[in-house]
T-cell receptor
Framework: KAGVTQTPRYLIKTRGQQVTLSCSPI?????VSWYQQTPGQGLQFLFE???????NKGNFPGRFSGRQFSNSRSEMNVSTLELGDSALYLC??????????FGPGTRLTVT | QKEVEQDPGPLSVPEGAIVSLNCTYS??????FMWYRQYSRKGPELLMY????GNKEDGRFTAQVDKSSKYISLFIRDSQPSDSATYLC???????????????FGKGTLLTVNP
């Protein structure tokens, strides 16, 4: 089976812009979670989608949003980018919820 | 107090050594315990997961969970240079209704195995 894929792999944006990141889960996985990884805070949970519904959200501002499509593919959007949003954004898919398989991530740099 | 604490290291060992990696946690609701390996500039790779207390072995890797002490460990036997990576522990609680939805991670331990 193909693994989790994320596009784009690298992105450079300027403050105030918005960005959309995409994630394609492993075939058959209906749960998709998003995480932000930074050197200072480590891996932090953003939100999780299952069957197009957001089941839970982490402690991030409303500028961070996501959605899931009927084919389980997911997107996350960050509006009004700030310098502190520079991070590796990771998507993970799962059937069980706890056994999560990660993609390679999208490295976002905000200048 | 952070929910999950993990010594960031770095940890440097000679090839063939036994490596012990550990995490402590404060949330007694955690029931699933995972170990991930992350190479530089890659996404985390799931190594092992265990449910509740006990041991689990997979090749050179052994995971241990002691819920009474809120302490989990990962042992790597006969360590190899290819084991050099950051190791992350992660935990999940069982949500009402049976579905898990969120992993809480330690910050990771950087391991270097020297040839």
């Amino acid at each position: 089976k193909a693994g989790v894929t994320q596009t784009p792999r690298y992105l450079i944006k300027t403050r105030g812009q918005q960005v959309t990141l995409s994630c394609s889960p492993i075939s058959g996985h209906r749960s998709v979670s998003w995480y932000q990884q930074t050197p200072g805070q480590g891996l932090q949970f953003l939100f999780e989608y299952f069957s197009e519904t957001q089941r839970n959200k982490g402690n991030f501002p409303g500028r961070f949003s996501g959605r899931q499509f009927s084919n389980s593919r997911s997107e996350m959007n960050v509006s009004t980018l700030e310098l502190g949003d520079s991070a590796l954004y990771l998507c993970a898919s799962s059937t069980t919820g706890y056994e999560q398989y990660f993609g390679p991530g999208t490295r976002l740099t905000v200048t | 107090q952070k929910e999950v604490e993990q010594d960031p290291g770095p940890l440097s060992v000679p090839e063939g050594a036994i490596v012990s990696l550990n995490c402590t946690y404060s949330n007694s609701a955690f029931q699933y315990f995972m170990w991930y390996r992350q190479y530089s500039r890659k996404g985390p790779e799931l190594l092992m997961y265990t449910y509740s207390s006990g041991n689990k072995e997979d090749g050179r890797f052994t995971a241990q969970v002691d819920k009474s002490s809120k302490y989990i460990s990962l042992f790597i036997r006969d360590s190899q240079p290819s084991d050099s990576a950051t190791y992350l522990c992660a935990m999940s609680a069982i949500r009402r209704g049976g579905s898990n939805y969120k992993l809480t991670f330690g910050k990771g331990t950087l391991l270097t195995v020297n040839p």
